[in-house]
């Protein structure tokens, strides 16, 4: 059984790993460059890769065949897993003090773009480690498997099943391109065109060159590392935040509809896109109606101020990108849990962002209404549309099924969490900042501290929540029944 599953895989996992393991040249190169004393962990960290991608390629080579379904969720599901462990690495290599579980948190925080982290002293790392972070965010937002799946039609190995394992369910059958490589070559060139426009525009506002870099990669990737423990506040600069803001909500849209714009230099694409409107308006409404209620219980002097923490802070946790420029902990309750209640489903299908997707979020609410109606007409037939699109009933029955799952999810982690001894808003919190790849929660997790004070346990929980999320639940949790594995 291991045989037929496994190792028809191992030589692509092995391509993945190595290549993976390429990308560590580039903080390598840094510390070379400017000698900043981590030079050690990225020469063994990717000596232990790029063996480790070749060991799996040897083994693996004389079991060559075409993917199926199922080998491609159990592919998706095992570079996700494994990729952290070795992102780890350069932690662990520097800073030999550290916890591995604590390491693959932060790796898995970085790759999955959750954002959340153990580290303090953010300021005083060194800047190859800090880029190291910024760059799993930015190779973790669009998608590892996208990349590869961009690459492997030319190793003889066919990517589509990853593709689909892989993109969230609405993108599923939405073929940009004929090929499926060249849907993902599509959406990377998209994808790197708008990072360098962010690194490019934070750098002319006063960011130093190394800091426009980090934090672009984490705005596009929609993580929330940053390279100061004072996160995006370390700057203090309007001008700075509204572009953040801005290039998160450039993120927060389905790179589907990006590319579709690019390719026909027209905006119609965005006039087409259901989910932008719903999108924008739920994200600015809320900026304004929590600057409001900031305003109006006398947090901060003026409306003016009130709008631009409110503003800031609220698109940046909407979009899961998880930057703060205050604690936002410290606002009233209800502030804090409507955040919560935004990072959930605000971002679009396709977007780097996390959560249900507001696609998802729409098929609820208008299934909810034609039950609504069915309830006063019980004989009639009200189809179900979504823009000028008819959605069939199986669509709707497998949101509903997500949703149950996505629920009970949260219900279940956040009932562990309090009973290993948490209390109850930080369980709850830390558990939804994590499932939906948001980073900081609230409470013993919220904006101004970090995950370190948490126990091994409670760590490798929010971990693995941070895993259940990016992979949309399904395709991790259908990897852990008994008939996935039977023949």
Avoid at 283 to 312: E, K, M, N
Avoid at 419 to 438: K, R
């Amino acid at each position: 059984m291991l045989v037929r599953h496994l190792f028809p895989l191992l030589h692509v996992l092995g391509i993945i790993v190595a290549g993976f393991g390429v990308s560590m040249l580039v903080p390598l190169t840094l510390a070379e460059i400017t000698r900043d004393g981590a030079q050690h962990a990225y020469d063994e960290a990717f000596l232990i890769t790029m063996g480790s991608g070749g060991l799996l390629w040897l083994i693996g080579r004389h079991w060559r065949r075409e993917l199926k379904t199922r080998d491609g969720i159990l592919l998706v599901v095992l570079t996700w897993t494994l990729l952290p462990l070795f992102a780890a690495l350069p932690l662990l290599f520097y800073m030999p003090d550290m916890k591995p579980v604590d390491a693959y948190f932060e790796a898995m925080s970085g790759l999955t773009a959750t954002g959340a982290t153990v580290l303090a002293g953010l300021d005083e790392l060194p800047n190859s480690i800090n880029l190291w972070r910024a760059q799993l965010h930015w190779l973790g937002g669009l998608g590892v498997i996208v990349l590869v799946v961009a690459v492997l039609p030319l190793l003889g190995v066919g990517g589509r099943q990853m593709f689909k394992a892989e993109t969230p369910t609405p993108m599923k059958d939405q073929k940009l391109t004929p090929r499926m490589a060249e849907t993902a070559k599509g959406l990377w060139v998209v994808y790197i065109l708008l990072t360098l426009a962010c690194i490019a525009v934070f750098h002319v506002l006063g960011m130093s060159l190394f800091d426009a870099v980090v934090h672009g990669f984490s705005v596009m990737g929609l993580g929330g590392f940053s390279s100061h423990d004072a996160s995006l506040g370390y700057f203090d600069s309007v001008a700075i935040e509204v572009a953040a803001a801005t290039f998160a909500l450039i993120a927060g849209i389905n790179f589907a509809t990006h590319f579709a714009a690019l390719r026909g230099l027209s905006l119609r694409a965005y006039a087409h896109d259901p989910e932008i409107r719903w999108f924008l308006a739920f994200v600015l409404i809320s900026c304004v109606l929590l600057a409001l209620l900031l305003w109006a219980r006398d947090y901060y002097l003026d409306f003016p101020t009130a709008l631009r923490y409110a503003a800031f802070n609220t698109i940046s946790v909407a979009t899961t990108l998880g930057f703060s420029t205050t604690d936002y902990g410290h606002w009233p309750f209800f502030a804090g849990l409507w955040l919560m209640f935004l990072c959930s489903f605000s971002t679009s299908a396709g977007s780097t962002g996390g959560g249900i997707k507001m696609m998802r979020a729409m098929l609820l609410y208008k299934q909810v209404y034609r039950e609504l109606r069915k309830l006063i007409h019980p004989n009639a037939q009200i189809p179900l549309r979504l823009g000028e699109q008819l959605v069939p009933n199986k669509i709707v029955y497998a949101v509903l099924a997500f949703f149950f799952i996505y629920v009970a999810s949260i219900v279940t982690l956040s009932f562990i969490l309090s009973f290993s001894g948490l209390d109850v808003l930080t369980a709850f919190s830390a558990i939804v900042a994590c499932i939906n790849n948001t980073g900081p929660g609230l409470g013993q997790v919220g904006p101004a501290t970090t995950y370190g004070s948490l126990t091994d346990f409670q760590t490798a929980l929010c971990t693995f929540a941070m895993l259940l999320g990016r992979l949309e639940l399904f395709t991790l949790l259908v990897v852990l029944t008994p008939a996935f594995w039977r023949k």
